[in-house]
């Protein structure tokens, strides 16, 4: 049914095709089945004019924690409960076959926010034509077997999306700017995604340098989905040569839609220059969660995970989750976040979040 990139619990959609919130979601920003095909059909509805409807919606998360939650030591910087985050969206369709989203954060984390997605996509051939063919340009989530912020429902980020290695600064969290092709039905069989953009990586001062590449493969097998990725780019280094480095990963997703969601990710990367100007390093990580449905509003949630590279950084931590989605347009979790850096640590963080 754009390209899989960034569809939103957004009530823009909604309002567009005269349904609920819950035509797409179980519980906000889980999807349900319909809500996977709208988003792997580029958030239309495929051979459906999308009626009039006001192109803005915001996004508010509200989060109580037992750890401050500044960026200084220990968290200083901002006290447990904050604002963390504030989202607005503009996003519509565009035509018969293309959409547009635009997802500014005003508030991201108790900080002044920064602009996530920004791209439009266009399905290249005709909805009835049997291999789909999708294009979209601007700033948007790279295509990983789980969605590392979109639809994560924790607080806590994946570690190994997170993670970089010696000085590059390159981490699957971060949005990224250029172009993607994606051919095949990205919910069922074979499909195929190409992207090319910039290498850069925003706010970390450094040049752009040279054309950084990924290709994704991915296989739909009605409950089970396989996929394979690879990332190559290039980034300057304080050490003189250019650190070439790759990352490549696999994931494995068992979703039943009415209950049991099983997401399994392994990454790893190696980075031609690390410490110095003649030193490599390979770094690691993944991923396993399980998400279970106990009924229409009620679920729970968990995940282990860990990383690691050759220059001895070495980090796990578990989540334990309980989520309740009082209303359509709102949700609230609690969570026990263990962590083992190398001391193992608990985190209490209380969520509260609704779109509108």
């Not at 035509?23 to 009626?51: D, M, T, W, Y």
């Not at 948007?140 to 789980?146: D, H, Q, R, Y």
């Amino acid at each position: 049914m754009t390209l899989p990139g960034a569809a939103q619990a957004v009530p823009i959609y909604a309002q567009e095709y005269q349904v609920s919130c819950e035509k797409c979601h179980s519980v906000i920003p889980h999807l349900n089945e319909f809500g996977a095909a709208f988003l792997a059909s580029g958030q239309r509805i495929p051979g459906v004019q999308p009626g009039a409807a006001f192109p803005l919606a915001v996004k508010l998360n509200l989060v109580d924690s037992s750890a401050n939650q500044g960026s200084g030591p220990d968290g200083a910087g901002l006290p447990k409960a904050i604002v963390d985050e504030v989202e607005a969206f503009l996003a519509g369709g565009i035509g018969t076959r293309a959409s547009y989203l635009v997802e500014q954060y005003l508030v991201d984390g108790g900080m002044p926010g920064k602009t996530r997605d920004a791209w439009i996509s266009d399905r290249v051939n005709p909805w009835q034509a049997r291999i789909p063919v999708y294009a979209q340009v601007g700033s948007f989530t790279l295509p990983l077997p789980v969605d590392p912020e979109t639809f994560r429902e924790s607080a806590q980020h994946y570690a190994v999306y997170d993670q970089s290695a010696g000085s590059n600064p390159f981490n699957f969290f971060d949005p990224k700017i250029g172009a993607r092709v994606s051919v095949g039905d990205l919910g069922r069989g074979l499909s195929a995604q190409l992207f090319a953009g910039p290498g850069h990586d925003r706010q970390s001062g450094l040049p752009s340098t040279g054309t950084d590449t990924m290709g994704t493969l991915q296989d739909s097998l009605g409950l089970l989905t396989l996929t394979a990725y690879r990332y190559q780019g290039t980034r300057p280094t304080p050490y003189g040569p250019n650190d070439a480095f790759q990352r490549t990963g696999y994931g494995v997703v068992w979703n039943q839609w009415g209950r049991l969601t099983s997401e399994t990710a392994l990454q790893t990367g190696w980075d031609g220059v690390c410490v110095n100007a003649i030193q490599a390093c390979s770094s690691s990580g993944g991923f396993t969660q399980l998400r279970y449905r106990i009924n229409r509003r009620l679920f729970v949630l968990g995940r282990y995970e860990g990383t690691a590279d050759s220059t001895g950084a070495f980090a796990r931590d578990g989540v334990l989750l309980l989520g309740w989605g009082p209303t359509e347009h709102s949700r609230v979790t609690i969570e026990d976040v263990i962590q083992h850096v190398p001391q193992t640590t608990h985190t209490m963080n209380l969520q509260y979040t609704i779109a509108e």
